[in-house]
């Protein structure tokens, strides 16, 4: 492909400064100037933009609905970036955790999970069914207090026992009276 240029600012296009199609054609605008022009006409025309989308929505639900699956699936899902930038913010907007405190508690817990001590970057499934490369922050559900970090499973095992320290303390007792009888088969 030739070079091609900007019509608005005559810079050259590349694939960092403008999008796909246009990169291609060799011919368009760049991003900074595309994103220009789009503000320009959402000021002009405010109420076009919800109207577009809702009318283009309507006509062609299938085809809208398909592209946005590819491109979740294709494009965001498998890109690592955009999951750990997913992570971050969910950490942020869930739990107010920001990536240095995650970070910093990650360190002071020797990249282990809190409960049962198996590193986090081991491979998956050196427990049945435990996720190592799962980090789940666990919280108090009733302060909202960050607790630790733990691995998918021990997150999991807490959930379903309710965090209720009687009910893990029975299991406890029911593991340690049938621990040395054998599996009927």
């Keep these: 492909m030739e070079k091609g240029f900007c019509r608005k600012c005559e810079k050259e296009l590349t694939k960092e400064n403008c999008s796909a199609i246009v ?13 220009l022009e789009m503000a320009e006409w959402v000021k002009n025309n405010p109420d076009k933009p919800k109207t577009y ?7 062609k639900p299938e085809s809208i609905r398909a592209y946005d699956r590819s491109y979740y699936h294709d494009v965001l899902k498998n890109n690592p970036e955009y999951r750990l930038r997913t992570k971050q913010y ?12 995650f970070e910093s508690l990650l360190k002071s817990q020797d990249n282990q999970c ?8 081991e491979v998956r499934n050196a427990m049945p069914g435990c996720s190592r490369t799962t980090i789940c922050v666990d919280h108090n559900h009733i302060t909202d207090e960050t607790r630790g970090l733990l ?26 009276r049938y621990e040395n009888t054998k599996i009927l088969g």
């Design 151 to 176: 691995c998918g499973s021990c997150n999991k095992g807490l959930g379903h026992f309710f965090e209720n320290q009687e009910v893990l303390l029975s299991a406890i007792t029911y593991l340690k």
């Design 90 to 101: 969910h950490r942020k907007i869930k739990f107010g955790m920001t990536n240095d405190a």
């Design 23 to 35: 990169f291609k054609k060799g011919s368009g605008v760049c991003r900074k100037c595309r994103s």
């Design 114 to 121: 809190a409960i049962c001590h198996k590193a986090f970057d």
């Design 53 to 59: 989308k809702r009318n283009r929505r309507k006509e």
